[in-house]
Nanobody, 124 residues
Framework: QVQLVESGGGLVQAGGSLRLSCTTSGRSFSSYARGWFRQARGKEREFVAAISWSGTRTYYADSVKGRFTISRDNTKNAVYLQMNSLKPEDTAVYYC?????????????????WGQGTQVTVSS
């Protein structure tokens, strides 16, 4: 059974940092692009960041550019999201995902596998 499991969420004050991790089991995603999305209460799920299968290309939403960094370790079948200078508007459930579009994608529809999400809450 394929599983993507996020961890590292929690409560942090504005200006603080968190590092999310997403580990996988059941298959290798080394040839897949990986992405992070988030969904705030009452809002649609939105793109946050993506990374190509090789790690050479990264993509960010304008709202997180310069504050968040996505990375991956294919030897561990893992992807990470380093979040710095957090703001209250970053509060959401964060989901990791895997896409067969190996170069990376902004679109939710291009992602085939999803985790269950981890809550990030930023207090003001």
């Amino acid at each position: 059974q394929v599983q993507l499991v996020e961890s590292g969420g929690g409560l942090v004050q504005a200006g603080g940092s968190l590092r999310l991790s997403c580990t996988t089991s059941g298959r290798s995603f080394s040839s897949y692009a990986r992405g992070w999305f988030r969904q705030a209460r009452g809002k649609e799920r939105e793109f946050v960041a993506a990374i190509s299968w090789s790690g050479t290309r990264t993509y960010y939403a304008d709202s997180v550019k310069g504050r968040f960094t996505i990375s991956r370790d294919n030897t561990k079948n893992a992807v990470y999201l380093q979040m710095n200078s957090l703001k209250p508007e970053d509060t959401a459930v964060y989901y990791c995902a895997a896409s067969a579009y190996s170069s990376g994608s902004y679109s939710l529809r291009d992602y085939d596998f999803w985790g269950q999400g981890t809550q990030v809450t930023v207090s003001s």
